[in-house]
């Protein structure tokens, strides 16, 4: 049944359907089901949407625990997938686009797809710290932007720049070259 109503929203997205037009009575009858249906499920279209979203972009990785270098370059692999798909995807480039011109449903995305990404990135960076792994005075919030921002920036805002692979080993490896403690051995 979720699957069905699911991809009842992405039909009527491939339909153009835009995003302020798209009503849970439009989705039931798209579904094939009854709104009381949808409601059991999803409080509001906001949080429908988001679901939607969230299916079409590829999973949430598992970080592999071994280094914070290992962790962060997974974490950043999977923003270049997302990336990766959104270009790929017009339906989810579209929704992207009208997602950010809707603040109620841009902060149902930010709350449940955003914020528990970014407290996994400043969980890597605070677990490296206590491990020695990064210097204990680089401030963990701006770290985390300096490492994602990268990424962000090729994904997002230059969407015709390249997303080689390679490239989230390039970024984390030249960010930890000034973040790492010096040291203690002269080579």
Known sequence: ???????????LLEDGV??????????ARTAGVGKATIYRRWSGKEELFVDV?????????VLPGTSMRDDLVVLLESLRQRGLASRSSAILHNVYAQMKSSPKIWAAYHASVIAPRRALALDVLRRARQRGELRADVDLELA????????LVRSV??????LPEGLAEQIVDTVLEGLRPVSSTAS
């Not at 049944?1 to 992405?10: K, P």
């Not at 979203?53 to 949430?60: K, L, M, S, T």
């Not at 985390?144 to 990424?151: E, H, Q, S, T």
Request: glycine share 4%; net charge negative; no cysteine.
């Open 1 to 11: 049944m979720e699957r069905a109503i699911l991809e009842g929203v992405v039909k």
């Open 18 to 27: 835009p995003l302020a037009e798209l009503s849970i009575e439009r989705v």
């Open 53 to 61: 979203v969230r299916a079409a972009e590829p999973p949430d990785p």
């Open 144 to 151: 985390n932007d300096m490492f994602i921002g990268p990424m």
């Open 157 to 162: 805002m230059r969407p015709d720049d390249d």
